[in-house]
């Protein structure tokens, strides 16, 4: 099992956790999603044979890349877009 921290843009609310913990817990082997609001970062534990580019790849998909990676104004709408997914779940 690893464990990792990635640090992530555009996290704003609930809405935003319940899109990105549904999202990457669909991966298969990935058994722990815990989003940090005060540190804009997803803390994971999944299985040696995950990718950990196949969850980077899914987060950019959402509209929440990395912290370090570009973060133009397609990835902020992609996660406005997401948020308001996560909250309607939420209802």
Do not use: F, W
């Not at 319940?18 to 817990?25: C, P």
């Not at 540190?39 to 890349?65: C, F, M, Q, W």
């Not at 912290?67 to 877009?81: I, R, V």
């Amino acid at each position: 099992m690893k464990t990792d921290k990635i640090t992530i843009a555009n996290l704003k609310c609930g809405g935003c956790e319940t899109t990105i913990k549904k999202a990457l817990l669909k991966i298969e082997g990935v058994s722990s999603v815990k989003i940090d609001h005060e540190k804009d970062s997803v803390n994971l534990i999944y299985d040696d044979n995950v990718d950990r580019e196949k969850i980077t790849n899914k987060l950019h998909a959402l509209g929440y890349p990395e912290a370090t990676e570009e973060n133009g104004l397609l990835l902020q709408l992609k996660s406005y877009a997401s948020c308001m997914l996560g909250k309607i779940n939420n209802l």
